[in-house]
């Protein structure tokens, strides 16, 4: 029998609902899976299994991450990366990830994760695309069911090394016709289609730089007869859109529209340096964006013009990209720094705190074709995170406390909620013994290292 919860006595419900309504005092009725019930003050409150007083806490409906690499949470401030741009930042991971074993990919997976669930995230996407020493997209399955995150495993290729004039050292890319049976395996083993799925397969080669033009070909056939989704990086920043002009003669739009990379089955991570043709193309094919702003800051891609991406009608969702290049996984500190890089780049009125907020939920599960997940209402995915506003960060900002989460001192969530499964209560996470998981992670991490003499 399916369990029911009711959230009771909540300052603030943004449900992000197509009415972007914000409700004062109401409850939420969860049972099972989904939301069966969004009542306002003074409505009889529904009987349940268990009663949670949410007052004075603000209810989003879960943040949605559209690009990670959760296996760089291993190499944070890498001293060789610090201070590089995008190519010479991967140039000085690749051969310390050219040790990674299925254990560090399973562990630092849900070490990620994790940070991810405690920043408010209830849906993840992560772009594996390096697979040594017998490593697969498997370890980080395996961490999203025990964390108990909802999950797009994109698995992730390299196929052009340096000897073929790519970015990456030969030996850590694979052959392409293993690379698409694996790709074929996962989709079987593993992907569900139905609604409040909490695990889907993207097909998902890496990059312009590290991919050829038959691999990208061939996986959207792949990925459109199986019916998933696809995703890779482009038009990251200078360097990047120099390569494809070299290397394909095509710039980003043309060289994704000629292999058939664009439709609402696509999104790609980054586009800093998109024209206004692409937009153009993106919004009208409906081709998705993951804006990566704290990751494009860290490595000084630019600022994505998000402005001009929505107006054109390009769906665009937040992502914390790689725990190295951004160095964190907090969801609402990413909405607060693309609110504020964009009034950086376009001014004040560039980006209010609800579009940030926007991003980050409805966005993030139009970008992963999802219509199950992004806000609340009844009959959606019971994925709802709660954040304490009593607390010194939002001290004097009551006037307006759904602004303030993005305004003030990025919060951690106190309560989390997962396809109506409670992952976090209290701000501590239920899943996992955190401390015994950050001290593993650690030394994997010390090990990694000195493996490759850093």
């Known amino acids: 029998m399916a369990r029911k919860i009711l959230l009771k006595n909540i300052l603030v419900i943004a449900t992000m609902d197509d009415a972007r309504r914000e409700i004062a005092g109401g409850f939420i009725l969860v049972d099972g899976p989904e939301i069966r019930q969004i009542g306002l003050v003074g409505e009889p409150l529904p009987e349940a299994d268990e009663v949670i007083d949410l007052s ?46 299925p254990e560090m990919i399973r562990v630092s ?55 073929k004039g790519g970015l990456p050292p030969d030996r850590v890319v694979e052959e392409e016709p293993a690379i698409l049976k694996e790709m074929q395996r996962l989709i079987e083993d593993y992907h569900d289609a139905s609604r409040f799925a909490m695990l889907r397969i993207v097909i998902a080669p890496c990059s312009p730089f590290t991919v050829s033009e038959d691999l990208m070909r061939e996986s959207a056939v792949l990925a459109r007869q199986y019916g998933v989704s696809l995703h890779t990086h482009l038009a990251e920043n200078d360097n990047d859109i120099s390569y494809s002009l070299e290397v394909f003669g095509k710039d980003p739009a043309d060289y994704v529209e000629s292999l058939g990379w664009i439709g609402p089955d696509v999104w790609h991570a980054h586009c800093v340096r998109l024209d206004d043709k692409a937009i153009k193309l993106f919004g009208r094919t409906g081709t998705g964006i993951a804006h990566c702003p704290c990751s494009n800051m860290r490595l000084a891609s630019g600022i994505a013009p998000i402005g001009k991406f929505r ?38 009125q560039a980006m209010t705190a609800r579009e940030a907020l926007e991003l980050a939920t409805r966005g993030g599960a139009k970008v992963l074709n999802r219509d199950d997940i992004g806000h609340l209402a009844v009959g959606m995915a019971a994925d709802i995170v709660a954040y304490d506003m009593r607390t010194i960060d939002f001290a004097g900002a009551m006037a307006d406390p759904v602004a303030a989460l993005v305004f003030c001192t990025p919060a951690k969530a106190s309560w989390s909620l997962i396809n109506g499964r409670v992952v976090v209560r209290e701000a501590q996470l239920v899943t996992l013994d955190l401390a015994r998981q950050v001290e593993t992670h650690n030394r994997l991490s010390r090990r990694l290292m000195e493996m490759a003499g850093t």
């Open 311 to 348: 107006a054109e009608g390009v769906p665009v969702g937040l992502g914390v990209d790689g725990s190295a290049s951004a160095d964190g996984g907090h969801l609402l500190a990413e909405a607060r720094q693309a609110m504020l890089l964009q009034r950086v780049g376009f001014g004040p």
């Open 109 to 163: 997976a849900a070490t990620a994760m994790s940070e991810l669930v405690l920043s408010g995230c209830t849906t993840s996407s992560d772009h594996l695309y390096i697979y040594p020493n017998g490593a697969k997209l498997d370890d980080a399955i395996e961490a999203a069911r025990e964390v108990g995150i909802r999950f797009h495993a994109a698995r992730g290729a390299m196929s052009v090394g340096e000897s």
């Open 56 to 101: 004075g806490h603000v209810v989003l409906p879960g943040l949605v991450n559209t690009h990670h690499h959760m296996v760089q949470s291993l190499t944070r401030a890498t001293p060789g990366g610090q201070d590089a741009e995008l190519f010479g930042w991967l140039k000085a991971h690749y051969p310390i990830w050219a040790n990674l074993t």
